[in-house]
């Protein structure tokens, strides 16, 4: 039973995310990782089975950073209530969820994107670079994505509706970025870091914006490798700026109702990869996301969906 003021959730889907990565491992700026044997952070969709708080009913949905367990207890705080009926259940940790609203701040408030902007995304197939570039192609921007494979750049293309894709484990990347925006790139909304930021460094407009999203090309690196091209910068007159979502909190209300219209309205595809197998699926579901294994958002669910507490 909760506590007075306190309610259970059973956990139904876990999201996955690459900074999980560093979650379990000593950050050179000294905050403490995950212990071992303590429970897995991690943001999960669950639903009440037992409240003794006068906010939260048995049967809601919610979200929050609930963890890769099968129940947690919360006093709803940082707790988001969810509606079923606005979309599936999967998508408020797809384009509805951190991700998603990744994409829209990055690219539209941090990147400043406007109509006829040449746009190119990093790990594009995935769930930020996803919903990125096809929010750049509804406020009428160009959009290029890079992605590993042939599959994943037909995707981008053909189904999601970006203008072109660039192929980074077959392609010269900078050289094919040339031939695709031959007047620079606008905005980058970089995901990767690495080579790839390198090869974009190349081929700026004049006033483009860098935009640092993540660098998942780094998060397993002993040492991290900073951008060899940055003096692009300086010719180009342009910035190179990183954020962090949560900062946007007070606005995800609005965000999400635009992004859940684009949803509505067929404008945008929220892709989710679920792994079946409950908790003990998680850490093969981490590898996963960086053998690049995943088309969107990857997820693990934990228990079916109506399933009943014991
Ligand atoms: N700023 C924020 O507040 C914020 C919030 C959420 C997420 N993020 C960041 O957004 C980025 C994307 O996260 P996500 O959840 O959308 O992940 P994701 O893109 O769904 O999944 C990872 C994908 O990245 C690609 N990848 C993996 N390792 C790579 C490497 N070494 N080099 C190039 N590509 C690699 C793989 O695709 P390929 O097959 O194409 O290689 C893989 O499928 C991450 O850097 C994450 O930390 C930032």
Known sequence: MPEPGGFVVAVEYVSVDPAMRRWIAASPVGTAPVAIGAVMEAGAIGRVTASEHPGFA?????????GVQEYAASDGAGVTRLDPSLAPLTAYLGALGITGLTAYFGLLDVGRASA??????SAAAGAVGSVAGQIARIRGCRAIGIAGGPDKCRWLVDDLGFDAAVDYKAEDVARRLGELAPDGVDIFLDNVGGAILDAVLLHLARGARVVLSGG???YNADETRGPSNYLQLLGARASMIGFLT????GRYPQARAELAGWLRDGRLISREKIIEGGVRA????????YAGANLGKL???VAPPGDSPP
């Open 58 to 66: 048995v049967g809601e949905h919610l979200y929050g950073a609930f």
């Open 216 to 218: 998942l090309s780094q």
């Open 246 to 249: 949560p900062d946007y909190a």
């Open 116 to 121: 006829g902007d040449t746009v190119v995304v």
């Open 282 to 289: 998680f850490p093969d579901a981490l590898l996963k996301l």
């Open 299 to 301: 997820i693990v669910a």
